[in-house]
Each structure stands twice: as C-alpha cells, then as structure tokens.
C-alpha cells in the first residue's frame, strides 16, 4: 500500500513537471516574436514621358516587399516600376505589399486619354504581331517549322521536315489573327479540320474535320480568345506573347508551359505564354514577315514555332 502512494505521488510530480516543460515551450520570448502592426499600403502613379507611360512608386511606411499587378495582366515587383498603357481607357492598379505585421493590398484607377499612335510600329513586338489594325499568321511552309529540344530555337529532340507541309496540310492552313486592339481580340481559325496526332482524335495521323476530336478536345477547335504582348521580357529580351482562353495555342495543341497534354486528354491551360525569339520583317526582300516563339515545357525542354504571315 506505502509503495502504490509512493509511486502516486511520483507520477503526479512528472505531469506536473511535464506540464511546466510544455506550458514554458509555449511562452512566447523576445521582441522578435511579436507582429508588427500592418502599414497602410499607398502608392503614386507619376506621369512619365507621354500620357501613355506612368511610373508608380510604393510609399507604403516601413519596410515592405512590393508587388504590382495590372488589369491588362501585366506584373512588376520592387519599389518602382514603369507602366506602359497602349489603349486609350481605365485600368486598375493593385500594390500588394508583404511586411513583418502581415499581407494588404490597395487598388488605384488610372486613365488613358488616347492610344498610343507609336506602339503599332513594327520595331514594337504588339506592332509587329498585330500591325495598326489586324494581321493574320500561319505555320512557315519550311522544315524546322516546329521543333523540340533543349533550350529555346533547339530541334535536337525532333524537327519537322519539309514532307510535314504535305502530310500536315491541315495544320499549315490554320490561321491566327491578332488584332491591334484594348481588347486585344485573337482568333483561331483552324478551317474546320486538324492534324490527329498521337494524342489527338483518332489519333492515325491524319487529317480530319473537327467533328473527330473527342468531346474533351473541342476547345482546341476554331474560338474567338484574346491575347497580350509584354515587351522587353523573355529569354531574349523581345518580349512575351499570352494567348488567352481554354484552347488557345500556337502550333502544336498539346505543348503548354511546363508540360504537354496526355494521350485523349483535352486543354487544362487558360492562358499560355510564348517567348518571342526572333521578328524578321521581309526577310531576304520577301513580302511576309516571320515570327518566332517558344514554349518552355519544363527543364531544358523547348518547343519552337516559326509563322509567317499573310
């Protein structure tokens, strides 16, 4: 009976001196623990060299990481950042600041008297893609059209040839439209037919009217989309082309950023993005112009895609 007190009072002695060890691991030590409270984020937009070029600037209080997103898409870090508007009318502007009391945000308005008159210049990558009103690409009838490999340009993984503007005749008559517009309209013409690839329709290689893609694949038919260019981006400074929309692409279907589209399955990428790797405006004296893009499919993995236009 001396023996079972004993060890009562022993265990009751060992939860109380757990419970100091648990409740002591939980006290809170130091100033360096306690939150800060959250500044109010505030931010200027100045007027820069013309009325369609700002410069906004972060006055949030404090120490802050700032973060900057456009409704045209467009996105910026760091305390400063220059903005340039095209199109004539209103847009949003949302600071989002990161400090040590937490997470806020504040959205500003700013309007645009009148579009641009210089941004339609080919020199421009919008200018060159979409000229002063509309303009209309295909595939380059040429071998190396579209090729994979490792790094932007590279066709070391796999490189079409020239039998593939035969034998894919019905992906070199799709047609792409850019128009030079605030909407920024893109429209996929693909003449109501495609190329059944080995993840495609029925997948036989061969071509075959719209009807054949599986019910899951439609948006990779013809569609009305939309599309925005930020220039000076990318892997060579030329800037970026975004396709918006469920089945928008350029060139192959399946190939979006990070990855490619499995055997029977249908488009998951509402947008996808495009570096811009070469312009060549009448190359050679001819009357087309060539564009280059390409999509980063993870890794070193690029595919690349060459259009002319029409």
Same mark, same amino acid.
């Given at each position: 009976m001396l023996y079972t007190k004993q060890l009562t009072k022993m265990m009751s002695a060992c939860c109380i001196i757990l419970l100091s060890i648990v409740v002591?691991?939980?006290?809170?030590? $130091? @100033?360096?623990l306690k939150l800060n409270p959250i500044p109010t984020p505030a931010f200027d937009i100045v007027n820069g060299s013309n009325g369609n070029n700002f410069i906004l600037v972060n006055k949030t209080p404090g120490a802050s990481i700032p973060n900057w997103r456009v409704s045209t898409g467009q996105?910026?870090? $760091? @305390?400063?950042?220059?903005?340039?508007l095209i199109f004539k009318g209103t847009y949003e502007i949302k600071l989002i600041v990161v400090t040590q009391g937490g997470l806020d945000s504040v959205t500003k308005t700013v309007t645009v008297a009148a579009s641009d008159p210089t941004a339609c210049d080919p020199s421009n990558a919008i200018g060159f893609i979409a000229s002063c009103t509309q303009k209309?690409?295909?595939?380059?009838p040429e071998a190396g059209t579209y090729k994979v490999g490792e790094g932007a340009g590279n066709g070391n993984w796999w490189s079409s040839g020239m039998d593939a503007v035969t034998g894919r005749a019905c992906e070199f008559n799709d047609e792409y439209i850019f128009s030079f517009d605030a909407e920024g309209t893109f429209v996929y013409d693909n003449k109501g037919d495609f190329f059944a690839d080995n993840n495609l329709g029925p997948q036989d290689g061969g071509c075959h009217p719209n009807s054949a893609f599986k019910p899951v694949q439609m948006p990779w038919a013809s569609g009305n989309f939309?599309?925005?260019v930020v220039e000076g981006t990318g892997v060579r400074g030329l800037g970026q082309l975004k396709v918006n929309g469920l089945g928008a692409h350029i060139g192959l279907q399946?190939?979006?950023?990070?990855?490619?589209?499995?055997?029977?399955?249908?488009?998951?990428?509402?947008?996808?993005?495009?570096?811009?790797l070469e312009m060549r405006k009448n190359p050679g004296g001819a009357t087309y112009d060539i564009l280059v893009v390409g999509l980063?499919?993870?890794?070193?993995?690029?595919?690349t895609f060459t259009l002319r236009s029409y």
């Open positions: 002591a691991s939980c006290t809170k030590r $130091g @100033d360096n996105s910026f870090s $760091g @305390d400063s950042a220059r903005l340039k209309k690409w295909k595939l380059n939309t599309f925005s399946k190939a979006y950023n990070g990855g490619e589209i499995g055997v029977g399955l249908g488009p998951t990428a509402t947008s996808i993005t495009y570096d811009i980063n499919i993870g890794g070193a993995g690029w595919w």
